[in-house]
């Protein structure tokens, strides 16, 4: 069963009967592994885990635990019998659609570190300002990464600290992180905040920032009440003292600060896209765009248009691409993202083709890490 996945995971199929029966499949795979693990476990359990493998033969004297197993195998069978017998009579194809747990796994990959730079920025020339886009992954956390990082920014204030927020903002565990990197505490210090309550815990933070010139950045905010929740914590500080928001929300952006108007990013234009999408694709060349023939050139703008202008979608696709040597390849991969498009409304094209260039960057994984990466998708953000 588990050859027949591989198998059936190489190339891609568009057949939903054929989809149905690979699903029917790992699902039996899953019950046969479930059968063998119980088994083991009752040995293990019934004499103990030493020497374990000398015992199975004991159990499989009792004839109760035979015949359970037996009619456990035997359902097994049957259901993969009538499975085989209803298989397509074609080529396996394979790389089926990918589950929909890669989509929660794309959160995740935007999670947010101060300490990480974006080698390949585009079209960041603009003031330092509040950055707000109702967009994900359109360059904001890559645009506030630069400002907090600039060696004028660093030199300029006393503290600086960046926070992660998520659209499950736990405030305790925010104003826990801000105070840890400002105080940068021993481990016994550290023990001690640790235990302290929401009203201590806000007091100290306050008391610690109150005569300092500070910068606090406060990534990926969803909330207007989650602000609200948090500012108590954040005195006026000395002059120049700033707290720098990003947030996909525009009302979140305005409340924070109603007297000025936040910065929204836009999309990035077709050279904008192309020139991102030839960095990633062609990660030797520090020629760029310049390093590919007419026919990739004009196959890459065509596809790197149904990024919809969204820099990560593209920086995605270009890692794909990077992985594809010759024309043949290129146009494969565009054959695909073309006909999972057909017959979608067309304001639905944009965000259809961003997941389906993530549906195809899983696709390219190698059969083992695949079921690893949807696993990490059922853990929570953080």
Known sequence: MQYFLKDADRKLEQDARFQNRVSEIRDLAYDAEDVIDSFILKAAHQRGFHGIVKRFTSIFTKPFHLYKIGVQVKTIQTRLEKISENLPAFEIPGDGEASSSIFKVQQRLRRTYSHVEEEDVVSLETPRRRFHSRHGGIGKTTLARKVYNHVEIRHHFDYLAWVYISQQCKPREVLLSVLMKLLSPSKDERELIEKLDENELWKRLFNALKEKRYLVVLDDIWRSEDWDI?????????????????????????????????????LLTDDESWNLLCRKAFPRSKMGSQCCSEEFEKLGKEMVKKCGGLPLAIVVFGGLLATKKSLAQWEMVHKNIHGHLKGLPHQDHQYAAVNRIFVSSYNELPYRLKPCFLYLGHYPED
């Not at 002059?239 to 936040?262: E, Q």
């Open 230 to 266: 948090l500012k108590p914590a954040f005195p006026r500080g000395r002059k120049g003292s700033k707290i720098l928001f990003t947030t996909r929300n525009r009302n979140v952006a305005l409340h924070t600060d109603p007297c000025n108007t936040p910065m929204e990013l836009s």
